[in-house]
């Protein structure tokens, strides 16, 4: 079993808040996250597929083909985009670097075969990741 890992940047703009709860407990429970301004980071996302080496080509998978997984499903959407904004996934649910992880895993998992999606490690600065492995 052979491990490749991608590595990616992107720059996304967002703000934490809870619709169910008052602009008060918001404000206390994110503190300056809360603000409907937003605020941006500069990410790092590393994509770890794994599988078997391919006899004829040598790839686990192809890294153009990889890389443009990555653009399309994930960067295109998400790269100097206000996420609460502008994408999908968090028009209902808080954007936390946690759930951006599950967001680029459900997007990327279905199009790598033959590879298989190993690990989604997101990070929002210097010293703090998220690694995710999937449900």
Request: hydrophobic share 40%; aromatic share 12%; proline share 4%.
């Amino acid at each position: 079993m052979i491990y490749l890992t991608r590595r990616a940047e992107f720059s996304a703009a967002h703000f934490y808040h809870v619709p169910q709860w008052s602009d008060a407990e918001n404000q206390r429970r994110f503190g300056k996250c809360a603000n409907r301004n937003g605020h941006g980071h500069n990410y790092t996302l590393e994509v770890t597929v794994c599988g078997e080496v391919d006899a004829v080509t040598g790839f686990v998978i192809d890294l153009k083909h990889l890389k443009d997984i990555l653009q399309r499903s994930v960067l295109d959407d998400f790269d100097h985009r206000h996420l609460n904004h502008e994408v999908a996934e968090f028009a209902a649910k808080v954007p936390t670097t946690e759930n951006l992880s599950v967001a680029i895993w459900q997007r990327l998992q279905p199009h790598l075969a033959p590879a298989r999606l190993h690990r989604v490690r997101l990070y929002e600065m210097p010293d703090l990741f998220v690694d995710y492995y999937g449900e």
